[in-house]
């Protein structure tokens, strides 16, 4: 057995036996985790693939979701429970808390922990951290079937085969508080009321459901709920509905009106006992579990049956739902799925002027960015803006968004669409409609009854058959013109006419048209086409009596810019297009160039661009609001500077904020207008890397001697480089001197022989630790005796006294008394015997010392040195027999052996 996470992205429906008993499309289903073993028969994913993780999992008696982290509880009937990571497939813990069946287990987010009851009888607790047991009692005296966990306070209840139902304090010891009564058979389920949390409900296999209220030993009330057991009862989350569900043996799902306490709808089609049912608590379904092997999508408002999941699983035994988003997690005989429903991007408009609103369920709400300029808001902050509720709505939103003008706004969902008053919320017209799309006007829209069926209405009155497609739509983008999406492609038709102006090849995901109607971008599945419309061009082949055909006007379109861009939403603002993309990044695109504005760590939808306050605004998926600052003036001066105006930029430029012109910079650098970056930095790094990019040395320079010291060095050296390099060597010297870098110095002095220099650098080189440095000084110097001297404080001892016996013969003894010293230290006393020191054996030496010291003084005194060697060899060949005659005879081997034992008896030991 293992578990497989798959990634979906089918429009609409689950992966495996799916049916709909209507035609609306269910919900979309993008991922899933499922057993591998099961998977040829629930589904058309391969089972090998690379993120399978084994691990054996039977029987799931127990789901739950942390309500903060992407992880899901499992309780097994093996008496078992794991954690799992929902978005990769992973086992993250194991704990084992007993070998009896778990049959319910829930996560205590606030305390690090999760609950869990067992067929021994036993609470267990324990902490997910640290996997340490907190607490284990005996809680009843028989299994307990179900949990719940109070939202707020330190309670939890617990229902038991033994008939009660009873609560406890985690901060009172887990203490028993209190004894619930009343039901004849085993307790399934316990619910706490989301809109009053001291109350809360029970079902029970004696038929019945209970209404129970904290701090009371009887029911509130009973409902008779059905004709065989009752396995579970979950509350509405909205607020607009008292409801409660219920399931049962009897194979029914009921919903009621627990304030009249009446059966509101019944659900039919399980083949076999109901395990549970709930509402989502931010789409309008319920979600049912069978052990008929079935899971069911019904719609909440409907009640029509959407979808039916079959995973090939056996019997559906749990659920449980996010806390945010659209997750549910289904529990299994042979493994656990985690279902994302629906898509996460919500259901929000705002206008022109900064209104904005959204639903949650139902309910519309609304609240004005204008409401939160007064105070100063850093960028990325979430807006604390008062919410109002508005209204509501008939269908449920999958789709909302302003006129242009916006006086109005479009509802579309569950097949039908319903244009509202945005300030009273009034029904202004509805219809049927898959997809909604407003023209520039405001006053002209056009509606996707069909995938075959396409209707423009002006002023709210029909324009009957403007326009016949002829292929299967799949989607409407309003603007300019109406941009229908097919399979494949896209065409542009004229708002007017009907006519088709142009179909574009393009797989597009979405369509953004500028105010002017002149610019187009196309979201394509990986790339961003940023086009221009030639209104001209489209009117002039009109006039001169062209065909449309089926392709429309070449000329009508050219493309401008194609970027490597998977955008997500986006807004034009004048020529400027601001986008999100798939990478979490907030960016705008001004003539074929991208800049990012912001990073996100989590996914941000774009709502627009409020020019009076210079702030764009975005939200996230649970419709928090935030915004980011960028001012007009910067995009109309971009703007102005790609079109090459640059006198209108030059007067543009005084409208930008102070805190923008280091945006400008960099875009001015990126167009290669270096010298008018230069002029509008304000960043000292940026114009010093400008400065010394145009080789203007005096500004680098200025800006290198304004800078403090340790920040400075890297600049001195730069300045110094390109000093050299144009020949500037006193400038150069003065860089590297202050930037520190003597081996640069040491190369200038050598090279054009300045002794001053050399002598300065070696005094510098000695203070600052660079011997070696200081050694080249000293040596071009002709300084032998302090060569030497560098090389004793080196502890270079050996070399000091070599070199000393060449160059320095008179710092000899010196260096031969401190190499012998070191090594009689070190123990090394016979090494130390075996040197000679000229002075007390110079006959050793066969230069003559006596004649090397002469040498070395006549040096000193500026003779000649060469003259003198050229003296001391003549001698020297003088001194040499001149033909063989002369040579003396060579001795024979005996003769040399005698001799070498002679010497050996006779030599001294320093002559070793």
Known sequence: MCVVLLSLTTSWGPVGRSTSSSGVPPHSLLTVIIPSDRTSSSSNISATDKNTQVHPIKRVKSVDFHPTEPWLLAGLYSGKVFVWHTETGALLKTFTPTEVPVRCARFIARKNWFVCGSDDFHLRVFNYNTSARVAAFEAHPDYIRCLAVHPTQPLVLTGSDDMTIKLWDWDKSWKCLQVFEGHTHYIMNLAFNPKDSNTFASSCLDRTVKVWSLGSHTANFTLDAHEKGVNYVEYYHGGDKPYLVTTGDDRLIKIWDYLSKSCIQTLEGHQSNVSYAIFHPSLPIIISGSEDGTVKIWHSSTYRLENTLNYGLERAWCVTYGKKGNDIGLGFDEGSVVVKLGREEPTISMDVGGKIVFTRNAEVLTCNVAAAQDLEIPDGQKLNIQVRELGTTEVFAQTLQHSPNGRFVTVCGDGEYIIYTALAWRNKAFGTGLSFAWAADSNTYAVRETAMKLKVFKNFKENVDLIRTGYAMEGLFGGALLCVKGSGFVCFYDWESGSLVRRIEVEARDVFWSASGEHVAIAGEESLYILKFDQQAYSDFLAEGGELGDEGVESAFDLLHELPEVVQTGKWVGDCLIYTNTANRLNYVIGGQTHTLSHFDQQMFLLGYLPNYNRIYLCDKDCGIFSFSLALSVVEYQTAIMHGDLDSAAGLLEKVPQDQRNRIARFLESQDLKELALSVSTDIDHRFELATQLDDLDTALEITKSAPYPESQSKWRVIAEKALASWKIELAEESFLKAGDLSALLLIYSSTGDRDGLSRLAHLATVAGQNNIAFSCQLQLGAPEECVDILLSTERLPEAA???????????????????????????????????????????????????????????????????????????????????????????????????????????????
Not at 820 to 847: C, Q, R, V, Y
């Open 802 to 912: 070599l070199f000393a016996r060449t160059y320095a013969p008179s710092q000899v003894p010196k260096a031969v008394e401190r190499w012998k010293g070191s090594l009689e230290e070190s123990g090394k006393t016979k090494i130390a015997m075996k040197i000679a020191n000229p002075e007390e054996h110079a006959d050793l030496f066969d230069e003559g010392w006596a004649e090397a010291l002469e040498r070395e003084k006549e040096v000193a005194k500026g003779v000649d040195i060469n003259a003198v060697v050229s003296d001391v060899a003549s001698m020297k060949l003088a001194e040499k027999p001149t033909s063989a005659a002369e040579e003396p005879e060579s001795a024979s081997p005996e003769e040399e052996t005698e001799e070498a034992e002679e010497t050996e008896e006779t030599e001294d030991p320093a002559t070793k």
